[in-house]
Nanobody
Framework: QAQLVESGGGLVQAGDSLRLSCAASGSTCSTYSMGWFRQAPGKEREFLAVIGWSGDTYYADSVKGRFTISRDNTKNTMYLQMNSPKPQDTAVYCC?????????????????WGQGTQVTVSS
């Protein structure tokens, strides 16, 4: 079973940039679709972006053009580059991985999840 660990969260000012990492261990994620989600207090978990094992990507409208998802299969690591973050981007950011035969699949609650990393954006 894969283990996912997020890192890179912290306090950032609006207009700055931040890169989150999601490191996978226990099993390879080279054939997984991997995605980023976030959850703010009082809100449901929100899908942000997903990247397939072959590099296909899909973004939610809320982050399209500002965040970039990428992966380095040689390091079993996925990244979320956050450019121009806003205070409303403040949340716990989680990564997830889904085993799929398709090129791209959004992970679900039944898939592998990390514990999350806090991102706080100050104005």
């Amino acid at each position: 079973q894969a283990q996912l660990v997020e890192s890179g969260g912290g306090l950032v000012q609006a207009g700055d940039s931040l890169r989150l990492s999601c490191a996978a261990s226990g099993s390879t994620c080279s054939t997984y679709s991997m995605g980023w989600f976030r959850q703010a207090p009082g809100k449901e978990r929100e899908f942000l972006a997903v990247i397939g094992w072959s590099g296909d990507t899909y973004y939610a409208d809320s982050v399209k053009g500002r965040f970039t998802i990428s992966r380095d299969n040689t390091k079993n690591t996925m990244y979320l580059q956050m450019n121009s973050p806003k205070p409303q981007d403040t949340a716990v950011y989680c990564c997830a991985a889904a085993t799929t035969r398709f090129r791209l699949a959004i992970p679900t609650t039944s898939d592998y999840w990390g514990q999350g990393t806090q991102v706080t954006v100050s104005s």
